[in-house]
């Protein structure tokens, strides 16, 4: 057969096609995410590359005759001029890694310790993102004097170079503001990078950038693993490390100087799951959840791996059509982990959320997790008002929780049933205080921490200055705001409010030089504290002069102490500040010993993984390497400690001492044997879920097999699972073999949630003070709950929305509960200073002993306070709660409707003086009534109407205020003896004013 010869049109048309085809192969091959995985099973489970930002250059000329000017100096250490330097400009606005925050945390991106984090980070590095660019630059003349003109903008980041010195930065700087540039010493890091066997790792690559100036540094180490990073300027350093098949290691505060780093690479994990389904393999959709950690693939023929992860702790579930897999909670202690995964008949859950009108809640996000750990396995952020859907999931109980800005956060227990389950979470409209914070310049001032007064508690602002503050109630706050060297600032707002200015001063200044045996420390941190004003924490650590400013401060006495992980805390020490004068004081830290050792098996075999401490607690808790060993830092030289060792496969049957600086200590512990067996209900059922001592395990047969401690012989261990009694097993060690352990299953609360009109109320949460999980009631408002074990009387309770109830139950009595669900209560009323004028801005804690729930409340400017409560009895306490000796405590009954309470010396009201003998353990109760037949005060007195509580009064007259006219019972008792009989006397109020209860 003759084929005739292709045309030159035809030829041209098939070259073309064939380069772009080669360039298809050749954009696959360079694209297409680099994996370990066997072509079977693809590399779905590869992480995903993460974008990152594009950090968008900012202009800083206007490009003509008009425009600002900035100016300076750049000076050597000694404060010497340095010609010839190089000095660079970009706008304060211009993002860096410095201003990457973690999108899971929020902290600084640098500071975060997810090792997650680590890997984000890693790509910074490797794509030359995030660092210092120059938009306009210049140099030194032989003064080293520099200009810039023609400048736009508010704010810029100016920083020098010149050869035999380090960088130099100044943040924030601000046209005819004379800026001073001193450059460091030129200064290394020098160390070793390790695999976990603790061999050197030659050709692994080594980055650092300053955490104040971000330019990075680079190395590849040697044959040995050690490396050298030169021409370091002002630190600490960000230091990271990785190679070939290993994961980012990071040291987060590195100081430059003698003192070698040792970065320690893990192997990378892979977790290879398979997916059946009525024991055959199925494609499935599989998700991983952990800290900092979210990755999902596709289970080709039912294998996928996941590649690239830390040895920790994390949730594996799958999903395929209609069916779900049971999530497993596995812990990657080996470099590869298998695991199977068996479909079953599932449901979806769809979830509407709305708020207390019933509209839709804006950008809100969502997470499932298991009723039976905090990991998450479902994050969702829908649209506002979509219908979200999660699943299909497997059958069983689960726990929604609903974040969104300005509401209060809201969670649900989720029963999962084949097919749709639906469910509403109605979130609470938050009380907030919103504002920005600005500098003496009227710029705004990103990342400052902002503390509201009088919670305590504290938010932090955006990259603009803006914050949003939740607080508990409205009223009268304080909110408090301090940058090292921006300074500080206060203002007082009353909530709800918005657009609040917070305006930093310089106000009082401290400089605190931080030394250690003659040399200036880098990476210090500075606390002060006084009790009026609080604590106030640096910023930023000392930089390589060894100087933390702290800029800001209210005038006054401060106790100050200075910080470092490698060195011992400096002695306590005062200092006094004065508004607008800046205090110098030099501090020194005394270097720490290290605690080395070993941690081995009985064999002599090193056990990696096991987690080291010490008593006295001196140090934070290590953990050994591959070759068993561990390392303690910054211990009192020659002090004796006693050195635990844990390890969830071994245990430590010998009590070891080591000194700090003294010879390595020798850690030997014990193998745990490997135990067998069945956890089944009494009628054979398996029980699915379970916990044997620490393991938690899952299992669709109810088998076991785990590593446990064997005393004398025996196998002693508990076991608990949701619904059942916990039993304790007590047999012999051997054999391994367990067999069945049968579990009894708890006793059950019945009953039905109602409106006060009679009708049944579905989905509403019920649950008990003594209870660990909640349930939701059904369509005809029936509930089913287990009791808890060991408990004979406690309190059921139930709420839907704005609407709650409460009852007692006791195991005794068996009866079903009827809970009719009420509206919430309004309390208002005053509170009142103990010389009478009323509390701005005090904060008034309280529980419902009925429920054990939480209440805060703060007053306004004019003392007053309005808070809607649910019904129930209250203990009520406006003194402190870290001393609690001596203080009263108000038990108040709330009942429906409206209800005024006062707290103090409110007008009409007397006081009431008790002459007793303080001892320890005794109480002193003053309640409304006439209660002559009280003879145990702690139990017959936790529902009375009205009454007063002192807990060991501290004097021998104890004064009680804001009584109104009436009788009144005074109990005197003792909390630890049962045999003696408490003193009660009655006492009618006003015409009595002292009631004498000592002999």
Not at 583 to 599: D, F, I
Not at 967 to 980: D, K, M, N, P, Q
């Amino acid at each position: 057969m003759n084929v005739p010869a292709p045309s030159a049109h035809t030829m041209r048309k098939w070259l073309v096609i064939g380069l772009a085809f080669a360039m298809l192969s050749v954009a696959v091959a360079v694209l297409w995410p680099r994996s370990g995985v066997p072509a079977s099973t693809g590399n779905a489970g590869a992480p995903a590359i993460r974008a990152l930002p594009e950090f968008e250059p900012v202009e800083v000329s206007s490009g003509a005759s008009e425009g600002l000017t900035l100016t300076g100096r750049v000076l050597d250490p000694s404060g010497r001029p340095v010609p010839d330097a190089e000095v660079s400009l970009a706008a304060s606005a211009q993002k860096t890694l410095t201003s990457v925050r973690c999108d899971e945390c929020g902290q600084a991106l640098l500071a975060c310790p997810a090792r997650e984090s680590g890997i984000h980070a890693w790509a910074f590095f490797e794509q030359a993102r995030g660092f210092l660019q120059a938009r306009a630059s210049t140099r030194t003349d032989a003064q080293g004097r520099f200009r810039f003109d023609h400048l736009v903008g508010v704010s810029f980041s100016v920083w020098a170079r010149a050869g035999g010195f380090g960088a130099a930065l100044r943040e924030r700087a601000a046209p005819g503001e004379p800026v001073d540039l001193y450059l460091s010493s030129p200064r290394s890091i020098g160390g070793q990078v390790v695999d976990d066997a603790g061999r050197g790792m030659p050709g692994a690559r080594v980055y650092a950038v300053s955490r104040k100036v971000p330019v990075p540094s680079e190395a590849v180490t040697g044959p040995d693993g050690s490396f050298t990073l030169s021409g370091l300027g002002e630190g600490p350093f960000y230091v990271v490390a990785s190679a070939q098949g290993f994961l980012p290691s990071v040291e987060h505060q590195v100081e430059a100087g003698p003192r070698p780093v040792r970065l320690r690479l893990e192997p990378s994990r892979t977790l290879e799951v398979h997916v059946t389904h009525q024991g055959r393999p199925v494609e499935a959709t599989v998700r991983l959840r952990a800290d900092h950690l979210a990755r999902e693939a596709r289970a080709e023929r039912g294998v996928v791996r996941f590649e690239d992860l830390y040895p920790d702790s994390l949730v594996v579930s799958a999903e395929a059509g209609a069916l779900g897999a049971e999530p497993r909670t596995l812990t990657l202690s080996e470099r590869l982990t298998q695991v199977t995964l068996e479909l079953e008949e599932a449901g979806t859950l769809l979830v509407t959320v709305v708020d207390e009108a019933g509209q839709p809640v804006p950008s809100p996000t969502l997470m499932l997790r298991t009723s039976r750990g905090p990991l998450p396995i479902h994050t969702q952020k829908p649209q506002t008002g979509a219908l979200v859907q999660f699943g299909p999931l497997a059958v069983g109980d689960y726990v929604l929780e609903g974040k969104a800005p300005g509401y209060q956060d809201a969670q649900l227990p989720a029963r999962v049933k084949p097919g749709e389950t639906t469910l509403e979470l109605e979130m609470s409209r938050a009380t907030l205080i919103s504002g920005q914070v600005l500098d003496q310049y009227g710029r705004p001032a990103p990342n400052v921490s902002v503390l509201v007064q009088p919670t305590g508690d504290a938010v932090l602002a955006d990259e603009e200055g803006h914050f949003s503050a939740p607080v508990p109630t409205p009223g009268l706050y304080e909110l408090h705001a301090h940058h090292s060297e921006w300074g500080g600032g206060q203002v007082k707002a009353t909530a709800p409010a918005e657009g609040v200015k917070l305006e930093l001063e310089p106000r009082a200044s401290l400089e605190v030089t931080v030394t250690s045996e003659g040399r200036r420390v880098e990476g210090a941190d500075v606390m002060l504290w006084v009790e009026s004003e609080g604590i106030f924490r640096s910023d930023s650590t000392s930089g390589s002069d060894g100087v933390v400013p702290m800029r800001g401060l209210p005038s006054g006495t401060y106790a100050l102490v200075a910080t470092h992980p490698d060195y011992l805390p400096s002695p306590r020490q005062s200092v006094v500040v004065e508004d607008g004068q800046t205090q110098r004081v030099t501090v020194s830290l005394e270097p720490g010993a290290v605690l080395r050792g070993e941690v081995v098996d009985t064999q002599g075999a090193p056990i990696a993984g096991a987690t080291v401490s010490v008593l006295p607690r001196a140090s934070e808790a290590v953990t050994t390497d591959a070759q068993g060993q561990f390392e303690m830092r910054a211990l009192n030289p020659g002090r004796p400690y006693l050195v635990e060792a844990r390890h969830p496969a071994y245990d430590q049957r010998e009590r070891a001492q080591g000194s700090a600086g003294g010879e390595p200590v020798r850690l030997v512990m014990q193998a745990r044997a490997l135990f067998r067996g069945r956890v089944v209900a009494e009628d054979g059922e398996p029980v699915r879920h379970f916990q044997l001592e620490e393991h938690e395990v899952t299992s669709a047969d109810g088998r076991f097999e785990v590593a446990l401690s064997v005393v004398e012989e025996r196998v002693i261990v508990s076991l608990e699972a949701p619904g059942f009694v916990p039993l304790t097993v007590d047999k012999p060690a051997q054999p391994n073999d367990l067999g069945d352990l049968v579990l009894q299953r708890a006793a059950q609360v019945t009953g039905r949630v109602r409106d006060e009109g009679g009708g049944p109320v579905a989905d509403a949460v019920v649950g008990c003070d003594a209870c660990d999980d909640s349930v939701m009631t059904g369509p005809d408002g029936s509930f089913t709950l287990a009791s808890p074990s060991f408990v004979r009387k406690f309190n059921v309770s139930a709420r839907k929305g704005r609407l709650s109830a409460s009852a007692p139950f006791s195991t005794e009595e068996r009866r079903p509960l009827e809970l009719v669900l009420k509206r919430a209560t309004r309390l208002s009323g005053t509170v009142y200073q103990a010389n009478g004028t009323p509390a701005a801005g005090l904060q008034v804690k309280a529980i419902n002993t009925e429920r054990s729930e939480p209440l805060s409340i703060v007053t306004g400017p004019d003392g007053r306070y309005s808070v809607d409560v649910a019904p129930g009895n209250y203990r009520f306490m406006t003194g402190s709660e870290h001393d609690f000796s001596g203080q009263t405590v108000l038990l108040i009954q709330v009942g429906e409707g409206e209800q005024q309470v006062n707290f103090g010396p409110a007008p009409g009201t007397s006081p009431l003086t008790v002459v007793l003998q303080p001892g320890r353990g005794r109480v002193l109760w003053v309640v409304a009534g006439d209660m002559r037949g009280v003879t145990r005060p702690q139990q017959e007195l936790n529902r009375v109407p009205y009454g007063q509580v002192i807990f060991q009064p501290t004097g021998e007259r104890v004064l009680l205020q804001g009584l109104a006219p009436g009788r009144y019972t005074v109990i005197w008792a003792s909390l630890h003896t049962e045999g003696e009989p408490p003193v009660v006397r009655t006492v009618d109020l006003p015409s009595s004013s002292e009631v004498v209860l000592t002999p």
